[in-house]
Nanobody
Framework: VQLQAFGGGLVQPGGSLRLSCVASGSIHSINVMGWYRQAPGKQRELVATDTSGGITNYADSVKGRFTISRDNAKNTVYLRMDSLKPEDTAAYYC????????????WGQGTLVTVSS
């Protein structure tokens, strides 16, 4: 399984971006797709996840501003980011966890989001 992320860039505070992550390969029907981020000098943290059953979860810091969604037919997960803040600046990584016990984990390459005026 391979993941490829797209959509990062430079945006002004208050602006919006949409990230996409496409998974290829044999993917178990039970899976969770999600986004994580890592700012310079900080640990990687969860941003949002979306299960194959349609349950979403968000970090408190992005609730109400970010929206995760997925297109199962395209094996793609999206992250719509609105009202961006400078503290959202980070490398964003997509992750696929799959298997009956979510025992398999795959990471995509990071895509950099910079929020600055």
């Amino acid at each position: 399984v391979q993941l490829q992320a797209f959509g990062g860039g430079l945006v002004q505070p208050g602006g919006s971006l949409r990230l996409s992550c496409v998974a290829s390969g044999s993917i178990h029907s039970i899976n969770v797709m999600g986004w994580y981020r890592q700012a310079p000098g900080k640990q990687r943290e969860l941003v949002a996840t979306d299960t194959s059953g349609g349950i979403t979860n968000y970090a408190d810091s992005v609730k109400g501003r970010f929206t995760i969604s997925r297109d199962n037919a395209k094996n793609t997960v999206y992250l719509r980011m609105d009202s961006l803040k400078p503290e959202d600046t980070a490398a964003y990584y997509c992750k696929l966890s799959s298997g009956n016990w979510l025992q398999y984990a795959y990471w995509g390459q990071g895509t950099l989001v910079t929020v600055s005026s």
